[in-house]
């Protein structure tokens, strides 16, 4: 949309600067030089997309930064995931040495990941509220680490409902809201996700909050509908439909974990956009490593949209 207002705009301004323009072109065309950029080509980085839920095992998947310039395919894609590191997750009383595990996404294409090691029982665990981890990576001959929280569940989840979308009323479209009260003291922050008819688990476009503003009170706010952000946005991405089966997943998470989201998003918001501030996303991984290791406290609620 914005590109559209733009081009209208700067089109009569093309249309009057046109001859001008030709003018300056002829002008220029006999000094004309070629220019030929020498790019360096920069070392690929670690990328670490790693969680720990409480109930759940830690999950972490690491790959290797791609060159902005690389043609993307599912041969590149799939090289870029980093194989046979030694990855450790520790609760500060056990230490536990994840497994390397494949899972094949469609023919052709297989994923890795990092996770707990059936064979090593004992050592073994799953997350638990109020609780810190630390992770600690070792490839390529370098060491990496980082630590996150699962916090306690804070905030106060009163009810969940849906509302016709009110730009036309009488349609299938139907917008989530929730209802929750924030405890007194302001450092609390929130991550949600939806899932749609059985589907998997998608954030929003904006998906974590925090309490600056809203500290100690109940509000209602709208949630949109996650949204895979591999596909093209459709039409009725903002909307739920009348009869699809919607769950909510609300995570209370800690401050180095929202840091992280909420610059990623506004940086995958602000690309193409010339007019967006420079950002820094700020990720929680040491030795230059990209990514995150994130905590989370979820709580779940169903409903079927009326």
């Not at 999950?59 to 599912?74: E, H, P, Q, R």
């Not at 349609?171 to 924030?182: C, E, K, M, Q, Y």
């Not at 009170?217 to 895979?228: K, R, Y």
Request: hydrophobic fraction near 35%; charge should be neutral; aromatic fraction near 12%.
């Amino acid at each position: 949309m914005l590109s559209r207002i733009l081009y209208t705009e700067n089109l009569k301004m093309i249309q009057l600067r046109a001859i001008p323009l030709f003018i300056v072109v002829l002008f220029f065309i006999s000094c004309e030089k070629n220019i030929d950029l020498d790019i360096n080509q920069v070392e690929p980085v670690l990328v670490v997309d790693g969680k720990i839920e409480s109930d759940q095992p830690p999950f972490i998947i690491l790959t290797n930064s791609l060159s902005y310039f690389k043609t993307l395919g599912a041969d590149v894609i799939g090289n870029a995931f980093v194989r046979n590191a030694e990855v450790f997750v520790s609760n500060g009383i056990q230490t536990h040495k994840l497994k390397e595990y494949s899972l094949q996404l469609i023919p052709g294409f297989t994923s890795y990941f990092y996770s707990n090691d059936p064979a090593n029982p004992a050592t073994a665990f799953t997350g638990r509220l109020n609780t810190s981890y630390s992770l600690t990576i070792r490839s390529a001959g370098k060491e990496y680490t980082s630590t996150t929280t699962i916090p306690g569940l804070n905030a106060t989840l009163d009810s969940v409902w849906v509302k016709p979308a009110p730009q036309n009323p009488d349609s299938l479209n139907r917008i989530l809201f929730l209802r929750i009260t924030d405890p007194p003291g302001k450092g609390n922050y929130v991550r949600y996700f939806t899932k749609k008819n059985g589907g998997e688990f998608l954030p929003g476009e904006n998906s974590v909050f925090d309490d600056q503003i809203i500290d100690g009170t109940t509000f209602d706010v709208q949630l949109a509908p996650g949204i895979n952000r591999n596909n093209p946005p459709k039409s009725d991405s903002n909307f739920f439909r009348r009869g699809d089966t919607i769950t909510l997943k609300f995570c209370d998470i800690d401050r180095n974990t929202f840091n992280f989201w909420n610059t990623w998003e506004f940086s995958y918001q602000s690309i193409g956009n010339p007019f967006a501030q420079p950002n820094v996303v700020i990720g929680n991984i040491s030795n230059g490593a990209l990514g995150a290791f994130s905590g989370y406290a979820p709580r779940f609620r169903t409903i079927v949209a009326q």
